[in-house]
């Protein structure tokens, strides 16, 4: 059977493109690469350093509420931290830039910190349990 080797990407439809941009670039680091004006749509194809590609998109007739994770779809996104110790880090880094945040929570699968883009969307750091690690 043929393998899945990874995600190419993640493309999230935005209701102000350039305040998405604004939060992605500041608060995860991520660069935007290119910009592609279409007939109904607004397109930002941004990068991470690790290589993450996000498509960011403003449809013309969007809808102006914030995401609702009740309706059939995405639920939410995880990026991958590399330890609890980096979860601190980031949680500090939320703070510093006035994200509204939940503290880190600690279960048996890992570690997860969660909070939202500027469009409800809730984006979660989350950091695998090490091997041993019972989780406190």
Not at 51 to 76: I, K
Request: hydrophobic share 40%; glycine share 8%.
């Amino acid at each position: 059977m043929p393998q899945v080797t990874g995600i190419a990407h993640i493309t999230l439809s935005v209701r102000d493109i350039r305040e998405s941009l604004d939060f992605y670039r500041t608060v995860l680091g991520f660069k935007a690469v290119r910009t592609k004006d279409g007939k109904r749509m607004l397109t930002t194809e941004c990068r991470s350093a690790c290589g993450m590609v996000l498509f960011l998109t403003q449809h013309e007739d969007h809808f102006n509420s914030l995401f609702d994770p009740r309706h059939a779809g995405a639920d939410h996104i995880a990026f991958q931290a590399a330890s609890v110790a980096e979860l601190e880090l980031w949680e500090e880094r939320l703070t510093e830039l006035d994200v509204d945040h939940a503290p880190i929570v600690h279960g048996p699968d890992g570690s997860v910190l969660a909070f939202t883009d500027p469009d409800g969307i809730q984006l979660e750091l989350f950091a695998p349990a090490e091997i041993g690690d019972d989780g406190d």
